[in-house]
């Protein structure tokens, strides 16, 4: 079957700061393989859905919402991925090497690593949220249901609430949230419109 990154190349331009592979050495996405198996399957199960996905796959590689979803994945692996790889900072960016004889990053610096992956996901959750809508039978999967059951059905409370990190994790408690008041909006209205029927009746001042 067919995945949304199928081959080092195309991983590559979505984590462009790696070192190349030596001969005989695994490269990127071998060493990933699993992990980007494991974040298509997230993607695909909490907000694109099974069917959308397989739409999007067929998607040139020009197409907005599979260069989202492949910026996502590769992210969301990579996240996983980090504590198992040897990384070292490179001019470029940081690198993945298997060379014992290198002084591996920071643990601040895998920190700041991770953060920005985790930044760059979420980022590109907010755009593929406004880009589904319009997608292959998206709005008549349990995905978009998810989304519209809240009056804020996209990642843009948040920055609105003031957040600057961790997006999508604060996006989950602040839905719940909002459904719990948003329920109970709803119930007040329904108990003030069922008392109307219980209102005394208006007195008339005709003929007094």
Known sequence: MSNLINDNDTL???VPNTLK???GELSLF???QYHLLQAEQWLT???VSSDTMSRI???SDSTPLLHYCRIITAAEAMLHAVPQLDLI???????????QNVIPASKERIERLLLSLEKQRDDALAVILTLLP???HWTASEQFNYFAATMFPTLDIVHQLGFADHIWLRYQ???AKLLAIEHRLETGSSVRNSWTCFAPPTLSTSGI
């Open 30 to 32: 071998d060493k990933i």
């Open 173 to 175: 408690d602040t839905r």
């Open 12 to 14: 590559k331009k979505y």
């Open 89 to 99: 900072l490179t001019p470029n960016g940081f690198g993945i090497v298997s060379n």
């Open 21 to 23: 592979a030596v001969a």
């Open 134 to 136: 319009d997608a292959h």
């Open 45 to 47: 199960a909490t907000f």
């Open 57 to 59: 796959r067929t998607y």
